[in-house]
């Protein structure tokens, strides 16, 4: 499977304003994201997530490194050509209606006049924004905000899609909604990059994940990978009784095994590495 | 999906897109339409005061209201405007999402400095009809009580003069909003690109002045110091191309020209410099 | 800030080649907008410097301010307020210097009026009888004189000035001689009404220069139409011949 977004050996280094030293926000990054596929990228406040989406998309440039987009350099705008992105917490011009945003970033985006008006509809109607396409943005829920952003980030019919938070401020329907756009997305063989505090939905949603500590990859693989140990074996049994239970827990006891929980979710070995600043060992 | 191109090519299409959302947003603001109503008002206003004129005739008086209003109120508008809308994209991040785009940071520096300069060209052309207007009346009524004034044939005031006096202020509201723009590039709050450009717009109106003591100090340091303070700003007061226009004064076309190619200059190098320091700004 | 340092230095010289480069078309506008550099001393500087900064914030609602401040000037009038008074006058003169009538009724009330408020109108007389009431009239002629003299980078060519203060040499001051050259600065702007005309011949004859007073009527006889009252032609032709007359006698 070839490479959608890769970053070699990324550094940024941002001047502290009144001092000669310098904060290093990220920290020697090697990270390679696969088309198709959903990518999730993990880290609390502050460990560089920010940072390493807005080099992805060349909003700055890396201090060290490089990254590319489908090959090319992400400072060339023509790489921007194959991305669609959506902020955290989207801001747009209240003046306009979601029709008439969608139309400003088509043609932003490239897409011929002909065909602007049917995508607009397409993306109203997959977001779930048909009947409030004609309303002023200003008057938008932070839901309606965060499809109408995510249907902006579709407009130019894009290869890979960089989605920051994409489901804050959304009811667990619609998050079930962004949800399975995002499925989709990566069923049509475009690749998502996802940044979530909301760890449950990455797990259930995304291929792979890293976690990112202090500027630097703490871990990264697949979610399974991430989150089964070797140790650990698990069995799923349909229906067990309390006795039943007991019974088990007993002959594991005699046979000197220790039962406990088999998984441990997402959010634990988030909440555990970001104690340790970034050390899984 | 649709295939893309390798190269993506520099577009006048993407920058008149962002232009014509710029105007869009701009006559929008409260503060275009309180200072569009703010300087029809003080024109409307001055037929009050024509009586305690003194000295010029009342056309003049009327003539300068309006020219006043194109002068402070379209200055004060370039600079506001610009500064809030380019600053105001990058405050509310939206900058991020639309430079996310294939878009050159070169045509969002110039598509917006189209639109503000678009939007207050439409404030100094809505003012320049109502003063043609408001002096159209006051001569046809002065017409019906002195007719011997007009046995000549010819009419109390010029409204070609008026013209040209607007196109230059449209010329000299080029370089001020270009200006504001490359403030806007690096600061970090509106407020900070709006002082620099009220202190632009005043310095430049007396930049002359610096040239001509430039010239008669005799100390070379002090000759320098001016020559540099002569040099390094437009001239402003070029753009005062003289009230009495309205009144006959004639203004020869190759000014016109002259000055629409001094504003153009002095624009196109501080959106380029512009260009350059926003193309290093990191968003 | 973000780091655009760097190009600061780069940018300044760019731009100084560019204002070096467009001068050229700075002053030629300027040559054909009839605007010169007449900077003369520290004094027209400050004057040009707060010109420009009015010019600057308040465009053309400068005349309005100034009409403003020059009614508002009338009630310090009504009440004598010399201060007041001219301290109005001053402010309106400052921010529109284009209006001939601020600087003409500015300086006929302080040749005319202060020294009467001064003294007081019962004692007006001593204006011309005492030698204190004398030096007060003095004192404010000169000082309307040099107020006229300010308003000569603004009101360049106006005759009117130039009248104005040769009314204030021969009527307040009794300098025939500084009249009559500013008379003929007056005629010399070419558009001085018909009766600086008369008036200079009168002054050249109390300076005994008949002759060339006469030269200068004859001349300007010529270019009277017929007809119109306030050229009076008759008593500019009367004049002419009572001058022939006493240079004939006087030969």
């Keep these: 499977m070839s490479v959608a977004i890769s970053i070699q050996g990324v550094s940024k280094d941002f001047r502290i304003p009144g001092s000669k030293r310098r904060l290093r926000a990220v920290d020697n990054l090697n990270l390679e994201i696969d088309q198709a596929s959903i990518f999730g990228l993990l880290g609390p406040n502050g460990s560089g997530k920010s940072t390493t989406i807005k080099m992805a998309l060349g909003l700055i440039r890396p201090s060290e490194g490089r990254c590319e987009i489908l090959g090319k350099s992400s400072l060339e705008p023509s790489a921007r050509m194959g991305i669609g992105y959506l902020p955290e917490a989207p801001y747009f011009q209240r003046f306009l209606t979601g029709r008439e945003l969608l139309r400003y970033f088509g043609k932003l985006s490239g897409l011929p006049n002909s065909n602007l008006q049917d995508r607009v509809d397409m993306l109203l109607a997959k977001v779930g924004l048909d009947d409030a396409g004609d309303r002023r943005v200003g008057g938008y829920s932070k839901g309606m905000l965060q499809r109408i952003g995510l249907a902006q980030a579709m407009i130019g019919d894009p290869e890979i899609l960089i989605l920051d938070e994409p489901t804050a401020g959304v009811d667990p329907i619609g998050a079930a909604d962004i949800a399975s756009i995002i499925r989709e997305l990566r069923d049509e063989g475009r690749t998502v990059l996802l940044c979530s505090h909301l760890l449950s939905q990455v797990e259930t949603i995304c291929d792979r994940a890293a976690i990112m500590v202090k500027g630097k990859l703490a871990l990264e693989g697949s979610v399974d990978s991430l989150t089964s140990t070797s140790e650990w074996s698990s069995i799923c049994i349909d229906g067990l009784t309390t006795e039943g239970r007991e019974k088990l827990e007993a002959l594991a006891e005699e046979a000197g095994f220790e039962i406990s929980t088999p998984r441990r979710s997402l959010e634990e070995l988030f909440l555990e590495l970001s104690k340790r600043g970034g050390d899984r060992k | 999906m649709s295939k893309k191109s390798d190269r993506l090519p520099w577009s006048p299409g993407r920058m008149l897109v962002i232009a014509s959302n710029t105007f869009r947003e701009a006559v929008r603001m409260k503060l275009f339409l309180a200072m569009t109503g703010l300087a029809i008002c003080a024109l409307a206003s001055s037929f009050l005061f024509r009586e305690f004129n003194f000295g010029s005739s009342e056309l003049k008086f009327i003539t300068d209201f309006g020219f006043g209003g194109m002068t402070v109120f379209g200055s004060a508008l370039a600079i506001i405007v610009t500064a809030q809308l380019f600053l105001g994209e990058i405050e509310h991040r939206t900058a991020m999402t639309l430079l996310a785009k294939p878009v050159y940071r070169s045509e969002f520096v110039l598509g917006k400095f189209m639109g503000v300069w678009i939007t207050v060209a439409c404030f100094i052309g809505m003012l320049t009809l109502c003063l043609v207007l408001a002096l159209w009346m006051r001569e046809s009524s002065i017409r019906l009580e002195y007719p011997e004034e007009f046995e000549r044939g010819q009419g109390l005031v010029q409204y070609g003069g008026i013209v040209w006096f607007s196109l230059a202020q449209v010329f000299r509201i080029g370089i001020l909003c270009s200006l504001v723009i490359l403030f806007s590039t690096y600061a970090t709050s509106s407020l900070f690109a709006m002082v620099m450009g009220v202190l632009v717009w005043i310095v430049g109106q007396l930049q002359h002045i610096a040239t001509e003591v430039g010239q008669a100090v005799e100390s070379l340091a002090l000759k320098a110091v001016y020559g540099f303070a002569g040099f390094v700003l437009p001239n402003f007061h070029l753009f005062d191309v003289g009230e009495g226009l309205a009144m006959g004064e004639a203004l020869p076309i190759s000014v016109v020209g002259k000055l629409l190619i001094y504003g153009v200059l002095y624009s196109i190098f501080y959106l380029a410099v512009a260009t350059v320091s926003f193309n290093r700004r990191e968003l | ?251």
Excluded: C
């Excluded at chain 3, 100084?16 to 027209?44: A, C, E, F, M, Y």
């Excluded at chain 3, 004189?145 to 307040?172: D, T």
């Excluded at chain 3, 007359?245 to 030969?251: A, G, I, R, V």
């Design chain 3, 1 to 251: 800030m973000n780091s655009s340092y760097s190009i600061l230095p780069f940018a300044i010289l760019l731009a100084l080649l560019l204002g070096w480069t467009v001068s050229p078309l700075d002053r030629s506008i300027g040559l054909q907008l009839g605007r010169r550099s007449d900077v003369q001393s520290l004094k027209d500087i400050e004057s040009r410097f707060g010109q420009g900064l009015t010019m600057a914030i308040l465009g053309g609602y400068r005349s309005i301010a100034a009409n403003l401040i020059w009614l508002s000037k009338n009630q310090d009038w009504e009440q004598r307020d010399v201060a007041g008074t001219l301290g109005k006058i001053a402010l309106a003169t400052s921010i529109d210097p284009r209006p001939e009538m601020f600087w003409l009724n500015g300086a006929r009330i302080l040749a005319n009026d202060m020294p009467t408020w001064i003294v007081g109108l019962a004692n007006a007389e001593q204006l011309e009888t005492t030698d204190a009431g004398q030096a007060i009239a003095r004192q404010y002629a000169e000082r309307a004189l040099a107020f006229l003299e300010e308003s000569r980078v603004y009101q360049r060519g106006n005759p009117k000035i130039h009248i104005e203060a040769g009314m204030i040499y021969w009527k307040k001051l009794g300098d025939v001689e500084s009249a009559a050259h500013r008379f003929k600065s007056a005629i010399d702007t070419g558009e001085a009404p018909y009766f600086a005309y008369r008036i200079y011949g009168d002054l050249l004859v109390e300076l005994g220069r008949k002759r060339e007073a006469l030269e200068m009527l004859e001349n300007h006889y010529e270019t009277l139409p017929d007809g119109l009252l306030e050229a009076m032609k008759p008593v500019v032709g009367d004049r002419i011949r009572l001058l022939r007359m006493d240079l004939q006698t006087s030969n």
